[in-house]
């Protein structure tokens, strides 16, 4: 129960209310019901049809962060560089803004000023950032922090299956599937309401096999654990398919009928014999076979990847490994069988779907299909070519700031870079170095503390807006209490500055108005939301899209018919196991892998204000095994100094077998100097612009915490 002291007279009008809504952070968007009782909010649970009643702790303590003590409610602007952050009315600080806008695009162009937004965003907010970029910016810089989340199975779901969407079926068809393969994912932690289903699956006679360098409270609980080296993924689904192959459980009259190119994927596949795949993986030949004994003889599958393979320089390449997998075994398009990703950020997936990273438009168009072009410029009232083209992916947009041709000036919505982008120090000296650097946000984040003007925004449970989830099933957040006095919705934010801007473009401030704008915007784009409704959102429990105009149900499972390629057809691509970009070697002898706890989310600039979650996990800490750690010395909880070719990391050792002797782990949440990314490799994935965030090589010594 947390008391609402800010709010004052405005939640007196919401007294003894309940609001059906949903939880601010990961991509399942838990369904639950925020009370709010006089000057008092607390969450209770409700049936919903993805998290049943279930919420993690961070759901639990959403509401602590509603009158949070550092909360920001003024605008906050520093006089020059060398000056702090003071206090100051919106009017000066959009003024400033403005003109500073104004002065780097008349000094340096139109694409010297950007857009950066969050995975977290409602799709109302991904869509008019967007707009705003394009149409009163008129500058092509646009991306956001989704890019670093589920970038490379995007593209590879669009080059294999046509289309994009985390998973293609909902979660209820995960019980009934009789081999579940997960592939560097650890759901029982990142959002365990789902193993609800994953543990029904097993309780139906089902095998799980997990995938991933660690023994994850995720693989601690599946019949079968690969505990591969870090990156080297495709290897392991090249072996797979290798025993499809030889064990005659190929779907052959599914391959000739619904796909092309299997020939030369199978012939790569041939190469992938299972003593050279333990060679290349560290997975025991026994432990494969029987992983593909276990796929090759199931009535139905599902093969699931995440951030594991994705985060990688070849994340599309392992993404379309698996999907090779998945066509072969004609595991696709039926209940309880597919591929999927299971998408991270709340709103990863309907940030791209909307315009918010640079190559798209919304309705999943392309910003270089003239054909698509041409659609949104009409519905924005533009001349097409008046609508900017590709812009710069996330880090080489920030990696540039400040450089010749780079920004001057940058706007940043919900995201926070200086800890979530690779390579971070250099970063963040980076987004020192621009003229203007904006931030709107709720709390003072490690970016907007080296912003020059920083916007205090409304949080999640005081404005309403859609949100895609995991399963592309879009449901309404709503409004259930005034926010305090002083901040405004990022919604207003932009609309106020388009009008400053003279934009003749309509930026409205209400989420329902824009909502219709999207609707229009997505008819006919693939992700068609045109037959989408509040209304329906909510006597539905959620939309699957594709709905367009119309169709009264939206789309729950995909695939079935045929695939939305050039001719119905799902690709295979062939792939090569290509060796890490950065091979251990004897400055840096092990690899290092990063991901998430099950108490802090993300950059942790919401779970690290939250008392019981940052008791549960406070400070950042090295996964190291005991052996390793004999050969150094280093007992647990002492001191560790991590150090690769970007630069080191200090924290305390945590010793587990649950990791391979080979590796290191960190978690991503913490910021200063235990910032996992002060370490991870920028080389970016080819296709999905995606950063090395999952596999580098590294030093570990024992060294004294200060
Ligand atoms: Fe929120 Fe995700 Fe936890 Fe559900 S699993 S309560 S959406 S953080």
Redesign the pocket.
Known sequence: MLTLPTLGAQTAAHAASTTAT?????????G?NVVVAGDQAHVETRDFPT?KG???????T?TDLLSHPERLTSPLMRAAKDQPLRPVTWDQALERILKSIADAQQNHGRNSVGVFGGGGLTNEKAYILGKFARVALKTSEIDYNGRFCMASSAVANVKALGLDRGLPFPLSDIPGAKTILLVGSNVAE?????MQYFDLQRKNGGCLIVADPRRTPTAAAASIHLQLTPGTDSALANGLLYLAIHNKDLDEKFIAARTSGFERARKVAESYWPDRVERITGVPEKLLRMAARELGTAATALILTARGPEQQSQGVENALAFINLTLALGKIGKPSCGFGTITGQ?NGQGGREHGLKSDQLPGYRKIDNADHRRHIADIWNIAVDDLPGTGKSAYEMLSQCGMPNGLRALLVFGSNPVNSAPRASFVQDRLRALDLLVVADMFLSETAAIADVVLPTTQWAEEEGTMTNVEGRIILRRRALDPPAGVRTDLEIVSALAKGLKSAGNFPSQASEVFEELRRASAGGISDYSGVTYEKITSENGVFWPCPAGNTTGTPRLFAENFPTADGRARFHPVEFRQFSEQPDSEYPLFLTTGRVMAQ?QSGTQTRRVKKLNDAVPEAFVEIHPAMAATMKIGEGEGVALTTRRGTLTAKAVLTQTIRMDTVFVPFHFAGESRANLLTNPKLDPFSRMPDFKVCAVRVEKAPIC
């Open positions: 949903h939880c601010p952070y990961c991509s399942l968007q838990c639950m998290n279930g919420l993690c702790q961070k759901g639990w959403s990142t959002m365990p309401p789902v709340g989310y």
